[in-house]
């Protein structure tokens, strides 16, 4: 290095490098598929009640819908960013069967069934007052639901509730056949119990055409890399 040249025209040369580089691959900065808009569908029943939000890892941003019944399935469509989460926040209260049954889609096409231990899904147990406790929830209890599950590591895999089709559940989903079982939370004491609140949550990850791509534009990059020490 010259003592007179100074850090801001290393900074500008490097900068310039850099444009030069992926100009000639093209390959130049595009925008982060991983904050892209995602469409993001659902049916879901849970047995009792639910409320349906999105928002981040530490809490809900956004009302989407709320379910009062177990008899017909509740449809939702919202936008999300990759890195949200859908929450749903659920309730037994009749002490017969609970649990949480349904599809998701991230374009109205493919569709997973929601079922014990779906990748990206997480569950949480809260309480035991879904019976004389569900008014419904507010907003700001369902993000203090979030912390507590947050600061006590209470996420955990989906487990089957005691819900299934044509007990508890419909036989289908609008054309879609019911999974084979619902899904709900363990106690902290293990099983489970009448009236318990939970909450659960999705993170919404990529689509595959975006992972494709990003490995496809990975992949191009590294062989410039190469090329250029050869």
């Keep these: 290095m010259y003592h007179d040249e100074s850090i801001y025209d290393i900074r500008v040369k490097r900068a310039r490098f ?15 598929p991983f904050r892209s808009q995602h469409q993001l569908s659902g049916l879901a029943l849970p047995d ?25 399935p509740t449809n939702f469509n ?21 649990g949480v049954g349904g599809y998701t889609s991230p374009d109205g096409v493919t569709w997973t069934a929601i079922a014990p231990n779906t990748v990206n899904w997480e569950v949480a147990y809260i309480d035991s007052l879904g019976q004389s406790n569900w008014g419904p929830p507010s907003q700001a209890e369902i993000d203090s639901w979030i912390s507590i599950a947050n600061t006590n590591n209470l996420w ?12 508890g559940m419909p036989q289908f989903y609008g054309s879609l056949p019911a999974a084979n079982s619902s899904v709900w939370a363990n106690l902290p004491t293990g099983g489970q119990s009448p009236y318990m609140r939970v909450i659960f949550r999705q993170y919404v990850v990529p689509e595959p055409a975006s992972m494709a791509a ?4 990975l992949a191009g990059l590294l062989g410039l890399r190469r090329r250029r020490k050869a």
């Design 18 to 32: 850099v444009r030069s580089e992926c100009a000639d691959a093209g390959a130049c900065p595009q925008p982060d």
């Design 48 to 72: 009792d009640v639910a409320e349906i939000y999105y928002g981040n890892a530490n809490q809900t941003t956004s009302f989407i819908t709320r379910t009062t019944t177990w008899q017909s």
């Design 78 to 98: 919202v936008s999300l960013n990759v890195g949200d989460y859908l929450y749903i926040a659920a309730a037994d209260r009749f002490a017969v069967r609970w």
């Design 156 to 167: 955990g895999p989906l487990v089957s509730g005691t819900a299934a089709p044509g007990a």
């Design 214 to 217: 990003l490995g496809v534009g």
